[in-house]
């Protein structure tokens, strides 16, 4: 092998590699309606925002975890705390909506429906 072919295949395994990782990892067998969460009904969606607490934060946590491990899982509590509030601001980034933090309509339906293809960085 050439070895233009071979940094060329290296090159691409690095990328490939990356992009398998960055990606958020969804949990399998999540339901297409509500993902596996079941703490409110999917139609239920209030605006929640830091300090919150109660079923539809818990609903909010658990929705957010089926992200995956990169950023970390929530603990499915019902406060919404600083964790909640940055996990959402990168949602929302992912999904080109305005990173408030706030989890309005459009931030409910992301969650309901995610995108499979974001690979913003997870603040740190």
Known sequence: MS??????????LCVAASLSMAAPQFASGADSTDGGCSHTPSTARPV??????????????????RWGGVPPKL????????RLRDKIRWIQGCHGLPAS????????????????????????
């Open 3 to 12: 070895r233009l072919r071979l940094l060329t295949w290296s090159a691409t």
């Open 48 to 65: 929640l925002s830091f300090g919150q607490s109660g079923s539809a934060v818990m609903q909010a946590q658990c929705l957010s975890n």
């Open 75 to 82: 603990t499915v509590d019902g406060v919404f705390d600083l």
């Open 101 to 124: 933090g706030v989890v309005d309509p459009s931030t409910w339906r992301v969650l309901y429906h995610p995108a499979l293809d974001c690979y913003d960085p997870y603040p740190g």
